[in-house]
């Protein structure tokens, strides 16, 4: 993990140091895996092109379940192992990308392109916990203990690299359509994910 955020960093670093006056300024919309979702910045040149990514959003609220009440409207089939309810608060949601573009080819109104990029995704929040046990004696599910909460902190990190098209609708505006192949790391486990395209939208400044 810590690697490819390194990765990242040196990235942005790199597409930062050849930024150029003549480059063209794109601020915009963007979602993808590898691109980053959310507000994004490009530059294109006449063979290359970058673009930084920023998005943040908030889901859930702080309002606390009594758990006394929701949990009657369970019944776990496994009366052998205890059982865990859950209430989510508010989890705030970030992310960044960063990309850089080699053109392979210029049309009039169309650009084709080679892509890498790479992008962390985080949410963080807090979760309350209770644990209920079935009593065999009254064949009902009692809590165990009392609740508890935790932060709780999940990171995935995706870099790839793939094709894609810059579309010119107007001198200022372009569509953009990409198609990654995506490696998708989280502390769990490892993902290759292919058949998920990204796109965004821009407004161009000279």
């Known amino acids: 993990m810590k690697k490819i955020i390194i990765l990242i960093a040196l990235l942005t670093f790199a597409l930062l140091l050849t930024a150029e006056e003549n480059l063209r300024h794109g ?38 379940i009594d758990f006394e009440d929701e949990y009657d409207d369970y019944w776990w089939h496994d ?50 916990e209770q644990v209920y046990q079935y009593n065999d004696d009254d064949e009902i599910w009692e809590h165990l203990g009392e609740p508890t909460e935790e932060n709780e902190v999940n990171i995935r990190a995706n870099v790839g690299f793939g094709i894609g098209i810059d579309y010119k609708l107007t001198d200022n505006i372009h569509l953009n359509l990409d198609w990654p192949l995506v490696f998708s790391k989280s502390d769990e486990n490892l993902d290759i994910i292919m058949y998920v395209p990204q796109a965004g939208i821009h407004y161009y400044f000279k």
């Open 27 to 64: 601020l915009g919309f963007t979602g993808g895996m590898i691109s980053g979702s959310g507000f994004s910045y490009r530059q294109m040149n006449e063979i290359y092109g970058f673009q930084f990514a920023f998005g943040a959003i908030t889901i859930g609220d702080n309002d606390d």
């Open 79 to 128: 009366t052998g192992s205890n059982h865990i309810m859950e209430d989510e608060g508010i989890f705030y949601h970030t992310n960044f990308g960063a990309s850089y573009y080699k053109f392979l080819h210029k049309g009039k109104k169309s650009t084709f392109y080679f892509l890498v990029g790479a992008a962390t995704y985080m949410n963080f929040g807090k979760v309350e």
